[in-house]
């Protein structure tokens, strides 16, 4: 950096005596161009003081001390611009008492802290009633300042008025409990300062702390009532700034200190925890201002496409398993786990203090007196409602440290914020020896497992960092975090969340959404399996292939925690294969006898299918709101079904499989008979089918398609198309019945997409007599019935797909990505497998997600002479992952140069150059997880 750019006093870096000069050379020989000639000044005033902090960030200095800079630059261009307004523009030559006027900075500009995007806000504070010199002098000041770019706050208030609002509005005294004199009467300021404390402050601390509590509540419950978001609100989100402003905000209100250091004279932190204080206020900072210079804007949130900018700024590079980002904004979340850890501190010591002090205050928000624990546990006790210790040398054995959170689980009480402190100080103190300390892997057994809230407690052992201290392989991914658009949380908050899915699913909390998983649940043997699986599920993420490595590290926590063989086996199948039964419903054809013979295969009894279900679940439910949905879980009932019937039949293999369903198909037409009666040409459309077909589709489908072909063909409609809304999956089926011919499905997504729509999922079937019968699945970008709330949009679709069955229909042109979504390389890939299906080629085509790809893709496929006999669409994030089962004269396609045909065109359509197709691509296997690789 230049030397004239790295000054370290404020007045080499807005010289405010010269500025003053300028000014007043400005007012005495500019004229009428006088108030144009002083903006210039003040503008470039405040260029040159954001320009130097912008380089000094950059440079590496931290984002407190730039911070701290732009305030200081903002004093002097006010403080400047006051002197001028008050010298030059209206002047009070003999001011009286009653004139006595000050420019007061408060909020976060009263803190001395301003980010380089941040609003001013402004008192503007008179002695007594509002004068026409006071009145006048604002009135200039303000109107300057918005010239100047700035966005300010502002109101203008004598000393008691200021006084009477901060007594009705908790807003208004916090933004006076921070604040400083920019210019002006210092006198005036002063007593504002002194009489606040005495008329305000000191008469509300339970009140202010109470409404700062429930504030922050709100705040984090409107930014996502998690620290872990993988895009968080760095201001107010939970663990972000606002936080420790509401912890110096509640301290410096009860203690009565103006700085954050003196956090450590009040008694409120060790030097140690201010230390920590102070490094997490730094690095908020840090993000912040570098969010608002990148930006050009107030910018909070860390959204995915600025991650990768944000943490080169900040000097963080790739390592083994980890990129940039995944290293910088594990460091976030860990800070932000700080922050909380810092709050639960200061509550303890509000609520200590308040307990020496006195009885009144402080205890309605606190709580009563202790009360006895209803088990006997030498040194426990319950404080207030909470769990507390007796000493905190208690937890001197660290035993205590698992015991301390089983006891709370056990009976239902929170870790209360003194205990809480004492087990994160001590965490560390978790030696492998306490890990195979049986007392201690029991008492952890029990949380794990427990019938009240599991997920509950292991969040606060997580917050502690108790948690990855006894379980280590959970340890390696508190805070990691994977950067795409599908994870909406950290790995460790994911799994947290995947456990409380799992116990809410075994108290009925969710029997209509998950009525199958809901159901099994009491029928399942072994659930300490399923919740340690389901716990260390995800420890594999970042060391290679996720379901191999997080077997092997769930058999080794297995072994150390002290279970069987078998019940080790059991948890490291389960995590092992905790992807298998999700890919197989969503890209699998579940009617093909080969798909349900794999499948059951893997699985090879009841309880583990039972185990597998709920396990997948509650890993796709813990993902993100709006991940999961009824579509997704009518697939896994599915599959689930059938391969029921088929461990309860006794035969797995193929033929075996084959004939089951072949029983089960005879079942579906014997029950669309019931549901439809003897209609006319009813026995014709049984035997229109093959097995697939009464497979793939439930008995009201069934019933549907029938009665609305039947009456296509009496009305005799060259193209019958109808539609009909299922809510509860979220999606509205459009049925085609036409002639077939080449392309047609290409088409039909095509006019589909055309639409608006977006394709869940589409069932493709041929007549016996050659014509096509198309089911498809279609969405709004919502995840919404298309059509539901719009019904003249679904109108327009019909009439649109009526004509794409006897003409081409293109799909419209390629949108720009997002820019979210643009921060992410995704790599195109193509896998063709003839081993897969029975009768079909499986082509599994994956890369970034557009509208108009599934008809883009189904077209290459239809050029190359190929017929598609189903798709299966998924996606995740900015990735799409669709699968087609095709068929070539009738079979597979085996031809090595069709084959690298079809590859190439569509790796091409997918939108980038990929690896050479393998030498014989007809024997690649079809990736079992590939698309759930962001899972």
């Known amino acids: 950096m230049p030397a004239l750019l790295k000054p370290a006093r404020i007045e080499h870096v807005v010289d405010g005596v010269r500025l003053r000069a300028q000014l007043t050379a400005a007012a005495l020989s500019d004229g009428e161009n006088a108030r144009a000639r002083v903006r210039t000044l003040l503008h470039g005033a405040l260029f040159r003081g954001r320009m130097i902090a912008k380089e000094r960030l950059e440079a590496g200095e931290n984002g407190l001390a730039v911070a701290r800079l732009l305030a200081k630059v903002a004093d002097e261009v006010v403080s400047a611009l006051y002197d001028y307004t008050t010298t030059h523009v209206f002047r009070a030559r003999n001011p009286t008492e009653g004139e006595r006027f000050a420019v007061v900075a408060v909020g976060g500009y009263g803190r001395g802290q301003l980010a380089p995007s941040s609003d001013l806000d402004l008192l503007f504070l008179r002695a007594y009633k509002q004068t026409p010199f006071a009145e006048s002098v604002t009135e200039y000041m303000l109107y300057m300042l918005w010239d100047l770019g700035l966005k300010v706050g502002h109101s203008s208030r004598t000393i008691n008025e200021s006084l009477k609002f901060a007594k009705e509005d908790f807003t208004f005294q916090t933004a006076l409990l921070e604040q400083h004199l920019v210019a002006g009467d210092a006198s005036l300021q002063q007593e504002l300062v002194t009489r606040f404390r005495k008329d305000v402050a000191a008469n509300s601390h339970a009140e202010f702390i109470a409404e700062k509590l429930r504030e922050r509540d709100e705040r984090h419950l409107r930014a996502g009532a998690s620290r872990y978001m993988v895009e968080p609100n760095i201001k107010e989100g939970k663990g972000g700034l606002r936080d420790l402003h509401t912890l110096f905000w509640m301290a410096a209100h009860r203690y009565g200190f103006d700085r954050q250091r003196d956090y450590i004279a009040a008694g409120v932190f060790t030097p140690a925890e201010t230390h920590r204080f102070l490094r997490a206020l730094e690095f908020l900072w840090s993000v912040r201002c570098h969010l608002h210079f990148v930006t050009g804007r107030g910018e909070e949130r860390l959204t995915f496409d600025l991650q990768p900018e944000l943490a080169k700024r900040l000097g963080y590079a790739a390592r083994t398993n980890n990129t940039s980002v995944e290293r910088f904004m594990r460091r976030y979340f860990l800070v ?16 200590a203090d308040q307990a020496k002090r006195a009885p009144q205050g402080l205890q309605r928000l606190f709580g009563g007196g202790p009360k006895p624990l209803a088990v006997s546990a030498p040194g426990f006790r319950v404080e207030r409602g909470r769990l507390d210790v007796t000493a905190p040398d208690v937890l001197d054995d660290p035993v205590n440290l698992i015991r301390l959170f089983q006891l709370a689980d056990a009976n239902n009480l929170d870790v209360h914020p003194a205990a809480f402190g004492e087990a994160a100080k001590r965490a560390k103190e978790i030696t492998p020896g306490i890990r195979h300390n049986a007392a201690a892997r029991d008492a952890f057994l029990s949380v794990a497992t427990s019938k009240h809230h599991p997920a509950a407690t292991l969040r606060l052992m997580n917050e502690a960092g108790v948690l990855g201290r006894f379980v280590p392989e959970f340890g390696r991914i508190v805070a990691q975090m994977q950067f795409n658009m599908y994870h909406h949380f950290t790995v460790d908050e994911h799994t947290l969340r995947a456990v409380d899915a799992i116990s809410e699913i075994e108290r009925g909390i969710h029997k209509e959404q998950h009525p199958l998983a809901t159901d099994i649940f009491p029928k399942i043997i072994n659930r300490r399996a399923l919740y340690l699986a389901m716990l260390l599920h995800d420890t594999g993420k970042g060391e290679g292939d996720q379901q191999i490595e997080g077997e092997i590290s769930a058999r080794a926590a297995c072994e150390r925690l002290g279970l069987p063989a078998d019940e080790v086996d059991l948890v490291g199948w389960l995590v092992g294969h905790h992807l298998v039964m999700s890919d197989f419903a969503q890209k699998r054809d579940i009617a093909d006898p080969r798909t349900v013979a794999q499948f059951t ?38 599959l689930y079904r059938l391969t029921e019937a088929t461990l309860h039949g006794g035969r797995s293999d193929e033929d075996g499989v084959r004939e089951h369903l072949a029983v089960l198909a005879a079942d579906a037409k014997t029950q669309l008979l019931h549901d439809v009666g003897k209609i006319e040409t009813i026995e014709e459309w049984l035997h229109s089918f093959d097995d697939a077909y009464w497979l793939n589709h439930d008995s009201e489908a069934l019933a549907w398609h029938a009665r609305e072909v039947i009456s296509g063909r009496k009305a005799g409609d060259v193209a019958h198309v109808a539609a009909r809304f299922r809510p509860v999956q979220g999606v509205t089926d459009v049925l085609i019945y036409c002639q077939d011919r080449p392309g047609l499905f290409a088409s039909l997504a095509a006019a589909i997409s055309a639409c608006g729509a977006d394709i869940a999922d589409a069932r493709v079937h041929t007549t016996k007599d050659r014509a096509a019968f198309d089911v498809f699945s279609i969405q709004t970008g919502d995840r919404r019935p298309f059509g539901l709330e719009h019904p003249d949009a679904l109108a327009a679709l019909v009439a649109r797909v009526v004509d794409a069955t006897t003409r081409d229909h293109a799909p419209p042109g390629p949108k720009p990505a997002s820019r979210r979504a643009a921060a992410f390389a995704i790599d195109p890939w193509v896998r063709i497998d003839n081993e897969v299906a029975t009768t079909s080629t499986v082509i599994e085509a994956s890369g970034r997600d557009r509208q108009g790809l599934l008809a883009e893709l189904a077209r290459v496929i239809a050029d190359a002479g190929l017929s598609i006999a189903t798709a299966h669409i998924d996606s995740h994030g900015a990735r799409a992952s669709d699968v087609f089962y095709v068929q070539a004269d009738g079979g597979q396609l085996c031809d090595g140069a ?38």
């Open 336 to 351: 932000a786990r700080e922050v909380g850890a810092l709050t639960r501190t200061l509550c303890a010591k509000l609520e």
């Open 601 to 638: 295969e893997i699985v090879g009894s009841v309880e583990r299918l039972r185990l597998l279900l709920v396990l997948t679940v509650a890993d796709i439910r813990a993902v993100g709101p709006g991940v999961w949905n009824n579509w997704k879980g009518q697939l896994l009932r599915d």
């Open 898 to 935: 069709r084959i690298k045909a079809v590859h190439d065109g569509l790796v091409a359509v997918l939108g980038a150059a990929e690896p050479a197709a393998p030498a014989d691509p007809a024997r690649q296997p079809l990736a079992v997880a590939r698309a759930s690789t962001a899972r």
